[in-house]
């Protein structure tokens, strides 16, 4: 069965770090990319980063561009969010996503980021 699952997510103070992980399974899942996006109380749900699983190659959201680093082990079928300069606008339940070379997207359950001021 094809799944995603986030974990690393918790509370942190205004200013703080965190390191969000995404896994990918089966491993014989072939992936053209992997993105993150979040969903604040009361908004919509919002791109955050991609990362072509090939390439490397990188999009980020412009509020968190300098901030937020993504990054994969693509043998492990792992997906890295690194944060920092968090701010409570942050907050919000964040998502990943695999978007396989067949199929449809696979999104994860989510996991909660609350910042602190």
């Known amino acids: 069965q094809e799944q995603v699952v986030e974990s690393g997510g918790g509370l942190v103070e205004a200013g703080g770090s965190l390191r969000l992980s995404c896994v990918a399974s089966?491993?014989?899942?072939?992936?053209?990319?992997m993105a993150w996006s979040r969903q604040a109380p009361g908004k919509e749900r919002e791109f955050v980063a991609r990362?072509?699983?090939?390439?490397?190659?990188?999009n980020y959201a412009g509020d968190v561009k300098g901030r937020f680093t993504i990054s994969k082990d693509n043998a492990k079928h792992t997906v890295f969010l690194d944060m920092k300069g968090l701010t409570p606008e942050d907050t919000a339940i964040y998502y990943c996503i695999t978007k396989p070379h067949f199929g449809r997207e696979i999104w994860g359950q989510g996991t909660q980021v609350t910042v602190s001021s």
């Open positions: 089966p491993l014989s899942l072939s992936i053209a990319d």
């Open positions: 990362i072509n699983w090939i390439s490397g190659s990188t």
